[in-house]
């Protein structure tokens, strides 16, 4: 095993660990939620925030991206932003390397046709062409 393959088993260790213990908390470290203290839809209402201000951000300097179209969210954890994303795009995958956050997103989730989720254990996207996507967007990973 190489260097790059110990650090990504190691992160993804570290994100099975996170995702046992307190998985929103881990995802958005706001310290008054630390001991599984997150009320889930202000965890998901934050996502949507977040995202509404990129947007902005984007649009403020001239940035349109292709809405509708898919967009991916790499390191989506519990599809806190995967959500936000595909109420905005119409579609969006959430790709992670943890397989507990991944099965929990998908739990979640269940009842969203607009979402997927991928579990990638890779350094690498073997099954994704670069025009897979129209808008990628990745924060905390």
């Not at 190489?2 to 992160?11: C, G, K, S, V």
């Not at 001991?35 to 509404?52: L, T």
């Not at 992670?96 to 269940?110: C, L, N, T, Y």
Request: proline share 5%.
């Amino acid at each position: 095993m190489n260097d790059q393959d110990e650090d990504l088993a190691q992160t993804i260790a570290d994100w099975e660990h996170m995702g046992a213990t307190d998985p929103f908390w881990a995802v958005l470290t706001d310290p008054s939620k630390s001991g599984n203290k997150w009320d889930p839809s202000d965890f998901f209402r934050a996502g949507q925030d977040e995202i509404a201000a990129v947007l902005a951000w984007l649009r403020g300097i001239q940035i349109q991206p292709k809405i509708p179209g898919v967009a991916a969210d790499f390191g989506c954890g519990l599809g806190r932003l995967t959500r936000a994303l595909a109420e905005v795009f119409g579609g969006c995958d959430g790709i992670d390397a943890s397989p507990s956050m991944v099965a929990r997103a998908k739990e979640i989730h269940s009842s969203e046709k607009r979402v997927r989720f991928i579990l990638n254990t890779t350094s690498h996207f073997p099954d994704l062409s670069d025009s897979t996507y129209d808008f990628v967007y990745s924060n905390i990973v």
